[in-house]
T-cell receptor, first 116, second 113 residues
């Protein structure tokens, strides 16, 4: 258990569905991240939240909508996805700022998303 | 834009052999470099982190070196075991306070019993 929990672990959805991915971190960190991992490609950073504020949106299509209600929870709302959005979606958290900051990111196990 | 390359993409070694995994990055202005392990269908686990001012880090059978000026890092795994079979990912962090990691595609390792 890494301290970062993602649900659901697997999700199959149609192109017209609306679903949400959830991430919760139990590490007391102040930053959270969404990544997309597709076959044969490097991990792609999607969104970054520092202290609940979005600081990075890496040109992600608007059909992906993040929400960070507090520093422990992060959601990714999905709607009208495309088959090419099928991938492993990983959440991570880290502690940033301060003298002892090594920016180690701790990852959840991911949600395997299939869009039909 | 930082680009991270890992060679080889995949390799198989017999149990007991030492593993050498290579990572290169195009922009040497990094804050730190991390090696992660990923098992199939799972998330990433941080193995070692090297600050830009350091040359190497060691943890048990793992040793990671960093040559920042040439944009290279190497992960050594001594006396490999079947449990070391996984994908190993290299990631670099640009500057202090910037938590945007750039990842390589990974080295997929199989250790044959």
């Amino acid at each position: 258990e890494t301290g970062v929990t993602q649900t659901p672990r697997h999700l199959v959805m149609g192109m017209t569905n609306k679903k949400s991915l959830k991430c919760e971190q139990h590490l007391g960190h102040n930053a959270m991240y969404w990544y997309k991992q597709s076959a044969k490609k490097p991990l792609e950073l999607m969104f970054v939240y520092n202290f609940k504020e979005q600081t990075e949106n890496n040109s992600v299509p608007s059909r992906f909508s993040p929400e960070c209600p507090n520093s422990s929870h992060l959601f990714l709302h999905l709607h009208t996805l495309q088959p090419e959005d099928s991938a492993l979606y990983l959440c991570a958290s880290s502690q940033v700022g301060g003298e002892w900051t090594k920016n180690i990111q701790y990852f959840g196990a991911g949600t395997r998303l299939s869009v039909l | 834009k930082q680009e991270v390359t890992q060679i080889p993409a995949a390799l198989s070694v017999p149990e007991g052999e030492n593993l050498v995994l290579n990572c290169s990055f195009t922009d040497s202005a990094i804050y730190n470099l991390q090696w992660f392990r990923q098992d199939p269908g799972k998330g990433l686990t941080s193995l070692l982190l090297i600050q830009s001012s350091q040359r190497e880090q060691t943890s048990g059978r793992l040793n990671a070196s960093l040559d920042k000026s040439s944009g290279r890092s190497t992960l050594y795994i001594a006396a490999s075991q079947p449990g070391d079979s996984a994908t190993y990912l290299c990631a670099v962090s640009p500057t202090y306070g910037n938590n945007r990691l750039a990842f390589g595609k990974g080295n997929q390792v199989v250790v044959i019993p």
